[in-house]
T-cell receptor, first 113, second 114 residues
Framework: ETGVTQSPTHLIKTRGQQVTLRCSSQSGHNTVSWYQQALGQGPQFIFQYYREEENGRGNFPPRFSGLQFPNYSSELNVNALELDDSALYLC????????????FGEGSRLTVL | AQSVTQPDIHITVSEGASLELRCNYSYGATPYLFWYVQSPGQGLQLLLKYFSGDTLVQGIKGFEAEFKRSQSSFNLRKPSVHWSDAAEYFCAVEPKTSYDKVIFGPGTSLSVIP
């Protein structure tokens, strides 16, 4: 148990729709990172939020956006869904001064039809 | 190009046998190094990390890893594998720059034969 919770756990959308995924970070952590994990692949870094500001972004288009709230929880929004967006979306919380020590939730499985 | 590679897509070992999972990285400066494990239906969990100093690091669940600068490698080992070790293992790096975050390798799937 990492204390990181994600919702929903599973969801199905159709192409062109929009989705919002939510993450509650572990107590005491001020940083949230989002990853996309396609089937059979390693997690790909989407972006990171620190103190409500985006603090680094991977190679994902602008239709992937996020928010971090004052309680350090976070949302990942994806607009104009494409079939290739089908994946497990992982949220990881961390303390900004603890390099690389990520605590992951169990993920949100998104299927785009 | 900067990268993290795990040459073995899938490995099968017998319970009680030793294990070594390979990881190589390609970065200008040695990054921070990590191994994570993803068990079925669970989130990723940090097994161990290397920042500097002693090149043999100990982690949780009886795992250890050895950093070899000359080979740009950070291989994960376990002397005796248990059936519960069956999982996906990811090598990860965090480059020592201000703007790069934790980057994961493609993973190695471990199966354990009873």
């Amino acid at each position: 148990e990492t204390g990181v919770t994600q919702s929903p756990t599973h969801l199905i959308k159709t192409r062109g729709q929009q989705v919002t995924l939510r993450c509650s970070s572990q107590s005491g952590h001020n940083t949230v990172s989002w990853y996309q994990q396609a089937l059979g692949q390693g997690p790909q870094f989407i972006f990171q939020y620190y103190r409500e500001e985006e603090n680094g972004r991977g190679n994902f288009p602008p239709r992937f956006s996020g928010l971090q709230f004052p309680n350090y929880s976070s949302e990942l929004n994806v607009n104009a869904l494409e079939l290739d967006d089908s994946a497990l979306y992982l949220c990881a919380s961390s303390s900004f001064d603890r390099v690389g020590e990520l605590f992951f939730g169990e993920g949100s499985r998104l299927t785009v039809l | 190009a900067q990268s993290v590679t795990q040459p073995d897509i899938h490995i099968t070992v017998s319970e009680g046998a030793s294990l070594e999972l390979r990881c190589n990285y390609s970065y200008g400066a040695t990054p921070y190094l990590f191994w994570y494990v993803q068990s079925p239906g669970q989130g990723l969990q940090l097994l161990l990390k290397y920042f500097s100093g002693d090149t043999l690091v100990q982690g949780i669940k009886g795992f250890e890893a050895e950093f070899k600068r000359s080979q740009s490698s950070f291989n994960l080992r376990k002397p005796s594998v248990h059936w519960s070790d069956a999982a996906e293992y990811f090598c990860a790096v965090e480059p020592k720059t201000s703007y790069d975050k934790v980057i994961f390798g493609p993973g190695t799937s471990l199966s354990v034969i009873p």
